[in-house]
C-alpha cells in the first residue's frame, strides 16, 4: 500500500472511531481504532518518509483527526504538532481533552506513540 493510502486509511479510521464514540458504539469504535493503528504503524515502519507523509493530517479539516497525528508526530515535529494539540486543547468536549492529554503526556516524559 502507498503511504498516501496508508494517511487516508489513518484519517478515515480516526473519523470513524470518533463518530462510533459519539453513537455510543464501543465495539466499532475500538475495530476503527485498530484499523488506524495499524495504518500509524505501516507509515512508521517506513522511517521519515512515513512521518513526513503523516504530516499532511496536521491541517486536515477535522479537528480529531489533526489530534491524533499531532499525537503521533510530537517526537517527529515537536513544534507543529504541539501547536496542533494546543490549539485544539483550548476547546471543550472529548477531542480538546484527548489533545489536553497527549500534551500532558509529553511534558510529563511518559509520551510513546513512536518512540523512533
Same mark, same amino acid.
Given at each position: @500500500? ?9 484519517? &478515515? ?5 470518533? +463518530?462510533?464514540?459519539?453513537?455510543? !458504539? ?7 481504532? %485498530? ?7 505501516? &507509515?512508521?515502519?517506513?522511517? !521519515?518518509?512515513?512521518?513526513?507523509? $503523516?504530516?499532511? &493530517? ?5 479537528? !480529531?483527526?489533526?489530534? @491524533?497525528?499531532?499525537?503521533? $508526530? &510530537?517526537?517527529? %515535529?515537536?513544534? +507543529? ?5 494546543? +490549539?485544539?486543547?483550548?476547546? +471543550? ?19 510513546? $506513540? !513512536?518512540?523512533?
Amino acid at each position: @500500500m502507498k503511504l498516501e493510502e496508508l494517511v487516508e486509511q489513518f484519517a &478515515l479510521n480516526v473519523a470513524a472511531q470518533t +463518530e462510533a464514540i459519539w453513537r455510543g !458504539d464501543s465495539k466499532t469504535g475500538n475495530k476503527h481504532a %485498530r484499523k488506524y493503528g495499524a495504518a500509524v504503524d505501516k &507509515l512508521l515502519a517506513h522511517g !521519515d518518509a512515513g512521518r513526513d507523509a $503523516l504530516l499532511v &493530517l496536521l491541517k486536515h479539516e477535522r479537528m !480529531d483527526v489533526r489530534v @491524533m497525528a499531532a499525537a503521533h $508526530l &510530537l517526537r517527529y %515535529r515537536t513544534a +507543529e504538532a504541539k501547536a496542533v494539540l494546543a +490549539e485544539a486543547a483550548s476547546g +471543550e468536549g472529548m477531542i480538546p481533552f484527548c489533545a489536553q492529554q497527549a500534551l500532558k503526556r509529553w511534558e510529563e516524559g511518559t509520551w510513546a $506513540l !513512536d518512540p523512533g
